[in-house]
């Protein structure tokens, strides 16, 4: 009787495991003018956010977008506008509706972190995403004026030393002088599909 509890406690166990390794967060690769940012996103924590931005990848939307705002030792932010587009009025790409903020999963502002940019409105988010260069707590629900903050969904794996490349570009007014292109976001399994 016990060695039956034994062995399907065991089993049990091992069935666990196995399904949190074969349901990985997905991981997305940013490939930029500048290198390549590889991202794991965080469903779990961030159901809707992950789910639009990754049909914004799915859609090929951020082929030859920019990173038009860059502050070193905040952030660079991107994903709306193309190269040679007005920003500041009538370049921004057409977007699905907002979604609903996630700020609230628990995840802050960290250095590496990805993050979706936004308007006044909490609720405002579409496109746009911003990568912090460092710790920005003061974007975190709790710790942001609004009360609401800016969601994180993700986390670089590998390419800060890209993210630090784009953060110091020259800039005029906080938009890179010199055009940094994302000339591509895919998921990683279908990025490595794509090159066979």
């Known amino acids: 009787m016990n060695r039956f509890v034994l062995l399907t406690i065991a089993a049990g166990t091992l069935g666990a495991s196995q399904g949190v390794a074969a349901e990985k967060n997905p991981v997305?690769?940013?490939?930029?003018?500048?290198g390549k940012i590889k991202v794991e996103l965080y469903p779990d924590n961030a159901p809707i956010t992950v789910k639009n931005f990754l049909g914004y990848v799915d859609d090929k939307f951020y082929d030859g977008t920019i990173?038009?705002?860059?502050i070193p030792t905040f952030m660079i932010q991107g994903g709306g506008f193309?190269?040679?587009?007005?920003?500041?009025?009538?370049?921004?790409?057409?977007?699905?509706?907002?979604?609903?903020?996630e700020s609230s999963n628990g995840l802050s502002n960290k250095r590496g972190t990805i993050a979706m940019a936004r308007t006044g409105d909490p609720d405002s988010a579409t496109a746009q995403f911003f990568i912090n260069h460092k710790d920005n707590n003061f974007l975190d629900k709790d710790k942001n004026p609004d009360g609401v903050g800016y969601c994180v969904f993700g986390k670089v794996l590998d390419g800060m030393d890209v993210v630090d490349k784009i953060a110091t570009v020259k800039r005029t007014n906080d938009v890179p002088v010199e055009t940094v292109t994302i000339k591509s976001i895919r998921r990683a399994d279908k990025d490595k599909e794509e090159k066979k």
């Open 28 to 34: 997305v690769i940013i490939d930029t003018s500048m």
């Open 67 to 70: 990173f038009h705002r860059v």
């Open 82 to 101: 193309e190269a040679g587009k007005p920003i500041n009025s009538g370049g921004e790409k057409k977007t699905k509706p907002a979604i609903k903020n």
